[in-house]
């Protein structure tokens, strides 16, 4: 991985004005503390947590749809949040997004051929009949008959409205798809076809992912390399399969147990289980779970935020100062 | 040992116009004394048509067609609408998904909770508090005191969650009927919540009918199991005997297409091809035919009738028996 990253945040923040006095925060939220890490090309990068992390705002800090308040966004090397928009637009091809909700990404009054259309239009990717063998090729790479073309998003399912979506970004050959939740509304049967097809399509398309999920095995399925969010923190961050095996963060180790498995010799096991809920807050200058850990200690209260190596792997790195003990 | 509830051969039509749209047919199962039932199902599965009919809680379009749901061996759908009342939160209570929308936002949750006891159990009202107290600590609502007096949109989804538990349990109902009463919620707090429905059943010996999409519930809640697909329940077994020795080939499908924390990630999904079905009426013989990997080659597919493969274990496909896995 010593080739630039097509993706890298850098101390990123983002904090929020939240009005009105029955806000449980009284008027600034941060959404997204300090986070930092880089997408090498190629590669899926993960990123898990739940609800309210943090992790859709990550996202739209990279694609640039929001300005981080402070911290540095970087595609393949240039800095793009703070250009002017023109000089970003240029780059905007290369970087798509697809969203967890289809039904409301796709204008309802247009026809699915001219939705993906479109953004090859804007940009002035060939001519009139170039663009329509695209649309066609495009439909066809995401598994939807071409003939569809001149269909509404409403008749379409789902799932199959993903595909749609799936094809949007990829109109522009993008280097790189953030996929924002893209198969959380879906049942699971179609959720694994949307899965293998973005899987299918990576190594077609040698496409990089940053893949945002709260179902862990989806997250899992996909990525190389993951990050676990919580309170707007990267908290533990390594090798999908190093991460899920060894967790080395207690919020981690709680996440995985609390995922239900279907197997039944699994029942009952012994986990890891926080008490109270996400909006729990944690002392001041304490460890953002401190409020809800069984493993917290006198030390937790001076939280230091440092990401460090898990012993024996240099690519796993964790918040916790206690190695995992259990 | 009769059932507590047994539902035989229900038929549920949904008027669309003038014509009648079946959703769900032929549906039986049995809910024993303080056992814990789970209904799985996709969208569109008509499990919680199913669940809804029990109480009589259809929306004005639905129509119960045929078969009878018999509890304690009343049938509920001769039972007049007083009948029904008295039975309706006292006997049988019901929590649902809908967070949001099913607390009523105007008033607070201690006059919502002491609301079932002083109608069904004739409490007084102070009665009725110090019991609610106790219910909602026992929910492991900390301060419960201060709880009672605030109104829903104070809580979070969590705490809407466990009020509507504590709710359904005023009344010490027999039955509790859970309509995916978690899919709202993060994977920790849905890990809390199962636990306390777990605990309470060994607690209070009540019985609980769980619906869920997801296949890891069933293995982590489950005594017995019934699949639905298309209207149909599909498969029928004890939890052990339907998450590993799978009859039905819609159930291993399912299981095959969820991806598991520590798989290995060479393996691809399993996905079953095209969707699950939103017009099922007209369909004959085996409705998970279209999708089935054995597709034409099973000899059973234009049967589809529910047949006992093993003692208490049913199912309406019987691929097993001619031997090799999907």
Redesign the interface.
Known sequence: MSSMPVLEAKGLCKTYKVSGENSLFAKTFSAVKDVSFAVYPGETFGIVGESGCGKSTVARLLMCLEKPTSGEVYFQGQRTDNVPEAQRRKLRPRFQMVFQDSGSSLNPRKRVGDLIREPMQYHGLGSAKEIDARVEELLSLVGLPAEMKNRYPHEFSGGQRQRICIAKALSLNPDVIVLDEPVSALDVSVQAQILNLLRDLQEKLNLTYLFIGHGLGAVHYLSSRIAVMYRGRIVEMGGSDALFDHPAHPYTRALLDAAPVADYALRGRNRVSLSGEVDEEPPDGACPLYARCPYRTEECLRFKGEMTAVTGDETHLSVCHRAWEG | MPALLSIRDLEISFRNGKRLTPAVSGVSFDVGAGEIVTLVG??GSGKSVTALSILGLLARQGKITGGEILFEGKNLLSLSPAELDAIRGREIAMIFQDIMYSLNPVLTVGSQMTEGMRRHLGYTKEQAWAESVRLLRRTGIRDAESMMKKYPH?C?G??RQRVMIAIALSCKPKLLIADEPTTAL???????I??LLRSLREETGMAVLLIT????????MADRVAVMYAGQCVEEAD??TL??RPAHAYTR???Q???????D?AR??????G??PQVYGDMTGCRFAPRCPHGRECPWKDDGRMAEIAPGHLSRCRWEEGGEAV
């Not at chain 2, 993060?186 to 809390?192: R, S």
């Not at chain 2, 999409?213 to 982590?220: F, L, P, R």
């Not at chain 2, 691809?268 to 091809?273: F, N």
């Open positions: 996709e969208s104070m979070s969590g705490m993060d994977v920790t707090i849905q890990c809390q199962m636990e999409h997801d296949i890891g519930i069933v293995a982590e939890a052990e998450l590993t499908a399912l299981m297409a969820v991806p598991g924390l520590h798989d990630k691809r999904l399993y996905a079953i091809p969707f699950v």
